[in-house]
């Protein structure tokens, strides 16, 4: 990805809306714009002004690592676990500072008071998260390689997980053996908790794996995605333990049935609410619309979820070079749940399907 090319157009939004300095909290935007990968229980700190020269923040030991590995030259550590690590700003007090650029979703209110004390009472703090959704919803060429390569793996180890599903193994134990096949595949983990729920629990649903064995004749539904060089991917199957009986087949058919009629819909210039109402017709013309208590999908790429969203009521418009989930599903209780989830890149006359594992009920 071209980092320096993406801190250049954070740099003229900053200027567009008058904002002196930047400083990104959230990891993911962080390893948006510095490529620099983290343990997931370390944290860095990004700043850049407004002519988009960036400052990198990291705990001293990854100090030395994050010198001869990130693109960025001005780093500075931080000591870890200290009430004052937050001290190292001072060095970013160059020139008058009055707006700073932070992502409110995120910042803590510890954060929050550190930098109004350190840059004066005076300064405002500006909400940037918008601005960096916006930067990050369209992907390049190399985002789209990395991205294809995490579903990939996704595809490849549902289908070996797929293969091992019987009746009498547990969700915990597919789960545990998807987690390490990702690994395997060369993931750098999992791009959330996979979960793997069965029978009539999963019309919840329940989106965690239990030790619950799966038994002939029910609907198990299995979520999960790869991390690969950073960017995630996403993708849920449906398969019947054994035999399922015509109610099961029917609302998977209703499911399978939705997810073809949004996938058919995307191409550049619809509106997200608009694919999922295409979405939700299908459903709710079964009867089965109460069913369905989601949203139709969501962007992916260096967060699990991102923009664009699609809901009801959202007016993003699609443009390509987007990549979402399309994953409408089915709930009921006392039956239990479809949901067929595959990624797609939005096109430039429609979208292309990006995971690929079997999605007939098998």
Known sequence: MDCPGKLRELAEGMRDAGIDLVLLFDRDNVRYFTGFRLNRASSSILAVDRDGKPTYIVAQLDFERAKRECWIEDIIPFPEDTPNYLSVLEALLRGRVERIGVE????TLVQAEYVRELFGNGVELVDVGGLVAELRAVKSEKELERIRHAAGIASRVMGEVLREARPGVTEAELVGLAEYLLRREGAEGSSFEPFLMSGEEAAWPRRVASGKPLREGELALL??????????SDITRTFAVG????????IFAVARKAQEAA????????????????????????????YFPHLTGHGVGVSIHEAPILDRGVDTVLSPGMVVTVEPGVYVPGVGAARVEDMVVVTRTGCEILTDAPRDLV
Do not use: F, T
Not at 223 to 232: I, K, R, T
Not at 265 to 281: L, T
């Open 104 to 107: 409110k979703r995120c910042l």
């Open 223 to 232: 979520d999960m995605g790869a991390v690969y060089e950073g960017y995630c």
């Open 243 to 250: 035999e399922a009986d015509r109610e099961r087949k029917r």
């Open 263 to 290: 996938l058919a819909a995307i191409r550049p210039g619809i509106r997200a609410a608009e694919v999922d109402r295409v979405a939700r017709e299908v459903i709710e013309a079964e009867g089965l619309g109460k």
